[in-house]
């Protein structure tokens, strides 16, 4: 069997007879597929650091007869999640990426774009660590006494919750659960921003007359931002002023629709709730 060379994203990992590792792999070129790891808790060195969850590495592996688990042979780090500072906010976030997409998407069915999703957030998700750095680097010619130091009323730094909005708003969208945001969806009217709301039962946003009892807002804020969303990289809204805060109607709009085609709940979302996320 030919050794097969792509991209990929480690999901997860769990251990299977004495020292070999089941890993969970969204590869670019294959799709979702898992492998077996062959004594990779002896020898740690054949795959250093790169078996860590949202790792991106070029894999090389091969599909043997007759199995369903392909043989990972090698793994290469691209990038690391261990590169950036993790805290509680970062990890949780890079355990939602990674059980939505192991619970959305199906094995050996290759999907660029939600690859691509993926590799971008991944990079927002660690580039809100280099935050420090560029508040410093924002005022040129200025005193600079506390270089590399957050002040009080600047956004968080290590709290992604922008990569988490663009990716949790982007996979309702490429599951092909986002109708237009745009209309009603009972009426088809155009939605001005006020009084915009989503249900628990139903995809999709909904007008003020036709808001149903059980309905959440969406804040004018969050309408605006996701609209942008679908038009924008996730590199465009790095520079906004990002809280936790911010977004948080829309993240839990997209994880309800997720969840409720899912018919589960997500165990990494629960995290995230109790970050306050
Ligand atoms: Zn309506």
Redesign the pocket.
């Known amino acids: 069997m030919p050794v097969l060379i792509s991209e990929a994203v480690v999901l997860r990992t769990w251990p299977v007879h004495e020292a070999d590792l089941i890993v969970s792999l969204f590869t670019r070129d294959y799709g979702r597929l898992r492998g077996v790891a062959k004594a990779a808790l002896k020898s740690r060195k054949r795959f250093g650091g790169a078996l860590e969850p949202m790792t991106l590495a070029r894999a090389w592996f091969a599909e043997r007869p007759r199995q369903e688990l392909v043989r990972l042979d090698q793994l290469e780090i691209i990038r690391s999640p261990l590169s950036a500072p993790v805290d509680h906010a970062r990890m949780a976030v890079l355990s939602f990426y990674a059980e939505v997409i192991d619970e959305t998407l199906p094995e050996r069915d290759p999907q660029d774009t939600v690859f691509r999703l993926l590799v971008s957030v991944l990079e927002q998700t660690a580039a809100v660590g280099s935050e420090p750095g560029q508040a410093g680097a924002a005022k040129p010619g200025g005193a600079q006494p506390e270089a590399g130091h957050i002040q009080a009323g600047q956004p968080q730094a290590g709290q992604p919750w922008m990569a988490l909005t663009y990716f949790s708003l982007w996979m309702t969208r490429l599951m092909g659960l986002l109708p237009d945001i745009g209309r ?1 969806m ?2 088809g ?1 155009p939605l001005g921003g006020a009084e915009v709301s989503f249900s628990v039962s139903a995809d999709g946003l ?2 003020g ?2 808001r149903n009892g059980s309905a959440s807002a969406l804040s004018a804020d969050s309408w605006q931002l996701a609209q942008r969303m679908l038009k924008a990289p996730a590199s465009a809204f790095t520079s906004e002023p990002w809280t936790r805060k911010r977004g948080q109607d829309l993240r839990r709009f997209t994880l309800q629709t997720l969840e409720r085609h899912l018919e589960r709940k997500l165990k990494s979302a629960e995290a995230l709730a109790r970050l306050g996320g």
């Open positions: 009603c009972v009426c009217e909904f007008c007359l036709h």
